[in-house]
């Protein structure tokens, strides 16, 4: 049996985090000294959990990252209040994430996540359908398992007709991924045919190109409007990021501007889910935020999140999407720990302005110390845009 070792074990949390985690299946063991947690986390150990006002606790991380059986072993900080309680103290000791003591019990979902389970076990934010097409039938099933991860509904079609026979279907689908050639018509004639159809004016395409036929399908892109071209020699599960351009052009703005390091308590949760979740930000732009956890929601949840701006004294509230998500011990992608990368989708506006304010304060300090080239910096419109997303008070919602 899996277990958490908790130090020390008379803590006030630890009650809650006992049944939680016997209710999960998962056993604990108590520690009052850092060497009795070191030698019990050697052993079938999941994480340990101690509490953040633990005196020892700089000797026990110590301890723990430096034995080879226990150098990657995650700990868990308890602490009271996120806020004030110096975080900032125990990342640095190595920490992986942390729990607030009056929500102790969800000890249980990083055990279940580190247990290779999945705590967010049904909650699987729907992302819409999407319209698959192509003639080689194991090309669509690859690129439809790929595309399924982030939550899309998807049709099929092997031709033309059968393409624009699905699109006249129902709600039109979010977007097109045609995957070669769509007999009997070329790239532009298909378009076409599809833009002249009332239901398929509007709805962007993908094309997956081979390399003798990406120019071809460049130039109905052209023609025909809101279209982009993949190489089909590429890694299919890259497909992903050039559908998510598409969908979101915000995503190619994000990436303009530089990642900067930002180290604050992050609060989020998501339609359906029982608790908010405390995590931590790693880094910002000026679209988007990488927050630590060891929990990641799936990707293309919808996401309300409170936290700190740059230089700011209150709290900023905004939506956002998961668009990225690593779990422990992942090896691809950035070398970051564990978390999700989101984009921003909704922010009232007195939110946008701080956001935008301390982003550019701490750009301006990247620029002066040197960790940031001053080219990095947009100019003129291409600034003034950086920030702009859909801003809907109404929507922006707080959790209490």
């Known amino acids: 049996m899996s277990r958490i070792v908790i130090v020390p074990g008379n803590a006030g949390w630890s009650e809650a985090a006992r049944d939680a985690l016997a209710a999960g299946g998962f056993d604990v063991v108590a520690a009052s000294t850092p060497a009795e947690a070191a030698q019990a986390a050697r052993e079938q150990t999941l994480a340990v959990a101690v509490d953040g006002g633990f005196a020892p606790l700089e000797e026990l991380a110590a301890l723990l990252r430096g034995a080879e059986r226990t150098e990657n072993l995650p700990i868990l900080v308890v602490v009271r209040d996120p806020l004030r309680d110096d975080l900032d103290r125990h990342f640095r000791l190595g920490i992986d994430d942390y729990l607030v003591a009056s929500a102790a019990h969800q000890v249980r979902d990083r055990a279940v996540a580190l247990s290779k389970g999945d705590p967010w076990s049904g909650l699987r934010a729907?992302?819409?359908?999407?319209?698959?097409?192509?003639?080689?039938?194991?090309?669509?099933?690859?690129?439809?398992?790929?595309?399924?991860?982030?939550?899309?509904?998807?049709?099929?079609?092997?031709n033309r007709d059968e393409l624009l026979e699905q699109l006249r279907q129902g709600t039109p689908p979010r977007a097109v991924i045609a995957d070669g050639l769509l007999p009997p018509d070329d790239e532009s004639a298909t378009l076409a045919?599809?833009?002249?159809?009332?239901?398929?004016?509007?709805?962007?395409?993908?094309?997956?190109?081979?390399?003798?036929?990406?120019?071809?399908?460049?130039?109905?892109?052209?023609t025909h409007g809101r279209a982009t071209v993949y190489s089909r020699g590429g890694p299919p599960e890259?497909?992903?990021?050039?559908?998510?351009?598409?969908?979101?052009?915000?995503?190619?703005?994000?990436?303009?501007?530089?990642?900067?390091l930002?180290?604050?308590?992050?609060?989020?949760?998501?339609?359906?889910?029982?608790?908010?979740?405390?995590?931590?930000?790693?880094?910002?732009?000026?679209?988007?935020?990488?927050?630590?956890?060891l929990v990641p929601p799936p990707m293309g949840t919808l996401l309300h999140l409170r936290f700190r701006p740059p230089h700011g004294d209150g709290l900023v509230g905004l939506d956002a999407q998961v668009m990225w998500r690593k779990e422990l011990g992942a090896a691809q992608g950035p070398m970051y720990p564990p978390g999700v990368g989101v984009q921003f989708v909704r922010m009232a506006p007195a939110d946008e302005a701080a956001l935008h304010a301390g982003y550019q304060q701490l750009l301006q300090e990247g620029e002066r110390?040197?960790?940031?080239?001053?080219?990095?910096?947009?100019?003129?419109?291409?600034?003034?845009?950086?920030?702009?997303v859909t801003i809907d008070p109404t929507q922006i919602k707080e959790k209490t």
């Open 193 to 222: 045919a599809a833009r002249r159809d009332p239901k398929g004016r509007d709805v962007p395409w993908l094309f997956v190109a081979d390399v003798e036929r990406r120019d071809a399908a460049r130039a109905a892109m052209l």
């Open 262 to 293: 930002h180290a604050a308590p992050v609060a989020f949760w998501a339609d359906g889910a029982p608790d908010t979740i405390w995590a931590y930000s790693y880094n910002l732009n000026r679209t988007g935020l990488y927050v630590r956890t």
């Open 238 to 260: 890259n497909i992903i990021f050039a559908l998510n351009d598409l969908l979101q052009p915000g995503a190619v703005e994000a990436r303009r501007s530089p990642r900067l």
């Open 126 to 158: 729907p992302s819409g359908r999407l319209l698959l097409a192509g003639e080689d039938r194991a090309r669509r099933i690859l690129i439809a398992r790929i595309i399924r991860r982030w939550g899309f509904d998807l049709s099929f079609a092997s």
């Open 369 to 388: 110390s040197g960790t940031v080239r001053a080219s990095t910096r947009p100019s003129g419109e291409e600034q003034r845009s950086t920030l702009r």
